[in-house]
């Protein structure tokens, strides 16, 4: 993955090449490992001076929000090539074995998200947030006769995710991955069926936004299903603890600009949006965090 929308990054970058250029830098280095993840926090946490620091960025977000960064991931030259290769069928079969492991092991959901999104034959269907594709290979895997499939993200390698486990299954007639961004999704009024996400509301922001584009391009009667955590603010929790920002002034915080939500905030948020809650399934493993799925209809 080239890049990932880390709900801190919109703290500590102004603009966006130098943004794009950190996120190279450090795929360049780690790749998509546990170390990128480690290099990542390792760097914010350099750059905040104080708690003083931190406190500002929050409210300099809040003042002049930041819809305008991060808009789409350039390709260096030296990423074409790649680009091209995660698009292969033998990268997709790879990752389909990868995700059917996850799907019997921690990730006890899965398999539900991809069944509540083919909940009937000929749909069509757009998935936001393809990412490594795990949300993307539990539709694909369960695709019913007729439906169509799209999904998108504004990360170019993420979309060819997609592309590659589309190659594997078979289904590049029927599947595939879209560059474009969540705040302006390019589909007429009402021309989907579905709307589905796997965990990529978690990573994306000014999320009643989204949903008001989701909402749009919904036919009435429509619907969209969501996998989230239940509490995602315990995320931020360790990037805060250092300038001691206790979890209470955390959550607090973040709700306040609502850089990240829960089932809560995401219910309210769909209904003023036109989308009401048809049924909501929670999952609380031991081990891993707690999540829900959540599905809405678009009222007709
Ligand atoms: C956590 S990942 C999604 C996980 C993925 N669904 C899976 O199951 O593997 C979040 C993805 O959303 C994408 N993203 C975040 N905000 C976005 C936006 N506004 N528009 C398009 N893509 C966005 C990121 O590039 C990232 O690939």
Redesign the pocket.
């Known amino acids: 993955?080239l890049?990932?929308?880390e709900l801190q990054d919109v703290l500590f970058f102004r603009e966006h090449e130098s943004h794009v250029q950190f996120k190279q830098a450090l795929d360049a280095k780690y790749g998509h490992t546990e170390a990128y993840s480690a290099a990542h926090t390792a760097y914010l946490l350099e750059q905040i001076g104080s708690k003083e620091d931190f406190l500002a960025r929050i409210g300099d977000y809040e003042k002049n929000g930041g819809v305008d960064v991060?808009e789409f991931?350039p390709l260096r030259r030296e990423d074409v090539r790649r680009f091209l290769d995660f698009g292969t069928a033998e990268h997709g079969a790879d990752f389909c074995e990868r995700w059917e492991k996850v799907a019997d092991g921690w990730a006890v959901h899965l398999r539900d998200y991809g069944k509540a999104v083919n909940y009937a034959d000929g749909l069509a269907i757009l998935?936001?947030?393809?990412?490594?594709?795990?949300?993307?290979w539990s539709v694909a895997s369960q695709l019913r006769p007729g439906s169509v499939f799209v999904s998108?993200?504004?990360?170019p390698i993420?979309i060819r995710?997609a592309d590659a486990i589309a190659r594997h299954l078979g289904l590049q007639d029927r599947m595939a991955g879209l560059l474009?961004?969540?705040?302006r999704l390019p589909f007429a009024d009402e021309a989907l069926d579905m709307v589905c996400?796997?965990?990529?509301l978690?990573?994306?922001?000014?999320v009643p936004s989204?949903l008001t584009e989701v909402s749009r391009v919904l036919r009435p009667g429509g619907r969209f299903i969501l996998t989230a955590r239940i509490n995602p603010w315990d995320r931020q929790h360790k990037l805060m603890e250092p300038f001691g920002i206790a979890p209470e002034e955390c959550d607090a915080l973040l709700k306040r600009v609502r850089l990240q939500c829960g089932p809560e905030e995401l219910v309210e948020w769909a209904a003023q949006a036109g989308l009401s809650l048809l049924d909501r399934t929670d999952y609380t493993p031991e081990t891993g965090h707690a999540r829900t799925i959540l599905v809405f209809e678009k009222k007709i």
């Open positions: 993955m890049f990932t929308t991060m991931v998935e936001l947030g393809s990412g490594a594709g795990v949300g993307t998108t993200d504004f990360d993420c995710n474009a961004n969540f705040w996400t796997h965990y990529a978690d990573e994306a922001r000014e989204i």
